[in-house]
């Protein structure tokens, strides 16, 4: 019998390693470019390798009493139907308390300056992103409206404060109807 059994010509021991690297280059080809900084080639006295990531995914959950739990995702990236999508930044654990009159707000960035923070609110929503290494993004949308005017925000061992009043009357114009 000339050759092997199954009519390849190439080694046995290439049998195993073929399928492995030819998903490890799809892998590659198909990673987002924001994604490319997060594969490094590194020497080693055993050759050359590559190291991937941080990717981080994950949720946290927040209960209060008397309220529904809250579900919310963190992380670098977003699962979809597409495949792994890369979000704007890292994703900090934020958490939204809502009170009668005003929201506290909470969030985590670890190891960033408070020059490097830019919180932009709006009557219905925060961002939050920071221009350092980190790249930390977060877009908050609010389930009340609030007065931009009456925002404070400190910032104190790698968490950001945020409070906010709410509108307590909603403004508009009674229309008489013809």
Do not use: C, H
């Amino acid at each position: 019998m000339k050759g092997n059994p199954f009519g390849w010509d190439r080694d046995p021991e290439d049998w195993l390693q073929d399928p492995f690297k030819a998903m490890i280059k799809r892998f590659e080809e198909s990673t987002p470019s924001e994604f490319k900084d997060l594969v490094r080639e590194e020497e080693t006295p055993t050759g050359t390798i590559r190291r991937y990531g941080p990717f981080v995914y994950g949720f946290s959950y927040t209960a209060e009493p008397g309220k529904e739990p809250v579900f919310q995702e963190f992380g670098n990236i977003r699962p979809s139907s597409r495949g792994i999508l890369p979000s704007q930044g890292r994703e900090p654990l934020v958490d939204v308390m809502s009170e009668k009159d005003k929201f506290k707000i909470f969030v985590e960035l670890p190891g960033v300056d408070k020059d490097e923070v830019k919180l932009n609110v709006a009557e219905d929503s925060i961002e939050i992103q920071t221009n350092d290494e980190k790249k930390f993004y977060k877009f908050i949308d609010l389930d009340e409206t609030v007065d931009v005017d009456s925002t404070k925000a400190s910032y104190k061992n790698g968490i950001l404060t945020i409070e906010l009043d709410k509108k307590l009357k909603r403004t508009g114009k009674e229309v008489k109807i013809d």
